[in-house]
C-alpha cells in the first residue's frame, strides 16, 4: 500500500514562529503536493514538486515555502505564522505521467492524514 | 482559472437513502476524479472516469461523466454509516493533460447520515 506520512497530526504555534511540516512517501512517487484545506473552499494547492529540487508555485503561495532534497521527502515552511495560516494542511503524491498512465491512474493522488495547525 | 462547483454543500440523510451530487465547471475536463474524507483523515480516490458519457460504478458507488465534459454526478445507493465525511470532485488542471497531476477541487459536499 502507498504510504504518505505527515510528520504531525497536531500542532499549535504562536504567531512569528517558523513552522516546518513533514511529509514522507514511500512509493517512489515523482510528485508531491502541498494542499491547505479549508470549510466551504475545498482543496487549494499550497506548492508541488516534480522532481527532487524542483517546485512550482501553486494557487496560494503567499506565506509558504518549500524544501524537496530527497525524492521522498517535501517539507512545507511558514517562515513566520500568521493567524490566518491556521487551517488543514494534506500532503500528497502521485506518479508521474508516464507512470500514471501505465498504471491507468491518471490523476490520483495518495493523501495523507493531514496535519492541522493552529496559529495563536 | 478553472473552477469546481459542488452541490450541494452539505445533505444530512437517514440510513438506507439514496443520495446524488454533482460538480459542474465553466471548462471542459477530460478527466473527473471524486475522492472521499473520511474524518480525521486523507482524502481517497473512490472513482476515475476518463470518457465523456462513461458511467462507472463501485459498489453502492455509481459516477457519471458528463456528455458536455463540464459536469460529473455521484450517486450512492442505500446509505450507511460509514459513507459520512466530505465527497471531492477533482480533475486536471489543464484539459489536454494531466499537467503533472497537479488538480483542481471542488468545495466538496459534507454528507451526515443519521442511524
Redesign the interface.
Known sequence: DVKVTQSSRYLVKRTGEKVFLECVQDMDHENMFWYRQDPGLGLRLIYFSYDVKMKEKGDIPEGYSVSREKKERFSLILESASTNQTSMYLCASSPGFLRGVVAGAIGELFFGEGSRLTVL | ?QQ?N?SP?SMFIQEGEDVSMNCTSSSIFN?W?WYKQDP??????LI?L?KAGELTSNGRLTAQFGITRKDSFLNISASIPSDVGIY?C???RNAG??S????T????TILTVHP
Open positions: 482559472g469546481l459542488q454543500q478527466t476524479l480525521g483523515e486523507g482524502p481517497v480516490l476515475a476518463y471531492f477533482a480533475g486536471p493533460g494531466t503533472y497531476g497537479k488538480l477541487f471542488g468545495q466538496g
